[in-house]
């Protein structure tokens, strides 16, 4: 089977990863459009590093020259900001402790214990400062879904959802009802120790995923019930989707 390598935007992390330039977007955000020798006044830099910092910040879509003034010799550029980072808080790390350290007492075997471990630790952090990974885990398990699809040596919609699910709960069962793929997962590992729920988005994205990519059309993964929210099982519901 081939690697499955996952995009990244590398400008984004770039940006954001610098103190200087999350430094350059507070500032902007909250006193609004400045030009690079204010910038470079306010943060007690020279212009040409906060110059590169900003351009950093441009490629990345975060800022851009928003205003021009008439100067002696050259314009006045304003850089302002055009998109808006996610404001984000302190990672709650005891939290994200706890419910990884959970996920790892409910496999038997440490090799899968570990793999569990080192996806619930990166929704914990995420979540633990805020972001919303309802999006961002959905898409990626639809795209991971047709991916595997397309390597497994199977045709069989509800089989090859079995196999692949079968490293996340216990028990799981696919059936078709009314035009729709439903899927239960129970002893769920992605939720079961989440206070909340619906919460198993890559699982309902990967379902969507393999049913594109096997039988054709757009689908489009719903769960109705979630462990997270006290259910006995994550039970899915993926249609057709129109157009």
């Avoid at 955000?29 to 590093?49: H, Y």
């Avoid at 350290?101 to 400062?129: C, F, G, M, Q, T």
């Avoid at 078709?176 to 239960?184: A, Y």
């Avoid at 379902?207 to 899915?236: P, Q, R, Y």
């Amino acid at each position: 089977m081939s690697t499955l390598a996952v995009e990244v935007p590398k400008d984004l992390a770039k940006a954001l990863r610098n103190e200087t330039r999350r430094k350059i977007i507070e500032i902007l955000r909250k006193e609004g459009p400045m030009t690079v020798s204010q910038l470079a006044r306010r943060l007690d830099m020279s212009k040409s590093t906060v110059h590169y910092h900003l351009q950093e910040l441009k490629k990345a879509g975060f800022v851009d020259v928003v205003m021009e003034e008439p100067g002696p010799a050259i314009p006045k550029k304003y850089y302002g900001l055009k998109a808006e980072p996610v404001e984000i808080g302190e990672p709650r790390i005891d939290d994200a402790v706890e419910y990884v350290k959970n996920v790892l007492k409910r496999s038997e075997d440490p090799e899968i214990a570990v793999l569990h471990a080192v996806a619930a630790s990166y929704r914990a952090i995420l979540e633990s400062i805020g972001v919303d990974t309802e999006g961002i885990l959905y898409e990626l398990g639809q795209r991971v879904g047709r991916e595997l699809a397309r390597e497994l040596d199977e045709e069989d919609a509800e089989r090859v959802l079995e196999r692949l699910l079968s490293g996340i709960g216990k028990e799981i069962e696919v059936e078709r009802k009314d035009g729709k793929v439903i899927v239960s997962i129970k002893g769920c590992m992605e939720c079961s120790d989440l206070p909340y729920g619906p919460a198993c988005h890559f699982e309902a994205g990967l379902i969507a995923g393999v049913l594109e990519e096997l039988e054709g059309d757009g689908w489009k993964t719903e769960e109705v019930m979630c462990s997270g929210a006290g259910a006995e099982a994550c039970v899915f519901e993926a249609e057709r989707t129109e157009g």
